[in-house]
């Protein structure tokens, strides 16, 4: 199976601040990858699939990048509703895996 | 609107079985991947598995920890998946989510539905 790490597993973080959370694939897994959002008690959040491209409706300060296996997903300026946790997928093998979640706190 | 909602959750003895249902509205259902993520208590996510749509026969792929165990069938006349769990563990504890599975090529869980929660307890 293709592992995913994410980097930080958690963030402190202050209104304003930019964020970024790391996601390495175990293999080379060609932008088949999204990242989601999840607050307390809810389901998760689609906000950027295929490493860069932004879900429709998710605000623009969210951004998506990728050099190789690595991918990065960017808040530019953190907004209080941004504070969840943050999880990466990969969807390039049929046995689909996630990253283990970073969770973004309020400094 | 697109909406799913999970139901048949609830509390199951460890060895017994469970079938929870995805009933999803405002799209072709049909031609549509379903996918199952569950979620431990205050742990992360985890794909259970998933069933293709009608146009690619329907066939289903699992994570290693439930292949044998859980099965993912689909009603497209009725718009529900279904996903049947059997010899339940106390580790299969979690919400069950049903997802959408979106492509432009590169696929992803476009809409979620609100959860039904398994606990697996003697």
């Known amino acids: 199976d293709i592992q995913m790490t994410q980097s930080p597993s958690s963030l402190s973080a202050s209104v304003g601040d930019r964020v970024t959370i790391t996601c390495r694939a175990s293999q080379s897994i060609a932008s088949h990858l999204n990242w989601y959002q999840q607050k307390p008690g809810k389901a998760p959040k689609l906000l950027i699939y295929a490493a860069s491209s932004l879900q429709s409706g998710v605000p623009s300060r969210f951004s998506g990048s990728e050099s190789g296996t690595d991918f990065t997903l960017t808040i530019s300026s953190l907004q209080p509703e941004d504070f969840a946790t943050y999880y990466c997928q990969q969807t390039y093998s049929t046995i689909i895996t996630f990253g283990q979640g970073t969770r973004l706190e309020i400094k | 609107e697109v909406q799913l909602v999970e139901s048949g959750g609830g509390l199951v003895q460890p060895g017994r079985s469970l079938r929870l249902s995805c009933t999803a509205s405002g799209f072709t259902f049909g031609d549509y991947f379903i996918n199952w993520v569950r979620q431990a208590p205050g742990k992360g996510l985890e794909w259970v598995g998933f069933i293709r749509g009608t146009a690619y026969g329907g066939t289903t792929e699992y994570a290693a920890s439930v292949n044998g165990r859980f099965t993912i069938s689909r009603d497209d006349s009725k718009s529900i998946a279904y996903l049947q769990m059997n010899s339940l563990k106390t580790e299969d504890t979690a919400m069950y989510y049903c997802?959408?599975?979106?492509?432009?090529?590169?696929?992803?869980?476009?809409?979620w539905g609100q959860g039904t929660l398994v606990t697996v307890s003697s």
């Open positions: 997802t959408r599975q979106g492509s432009s090529g590169y696929p992803y869980f476009d809409y």
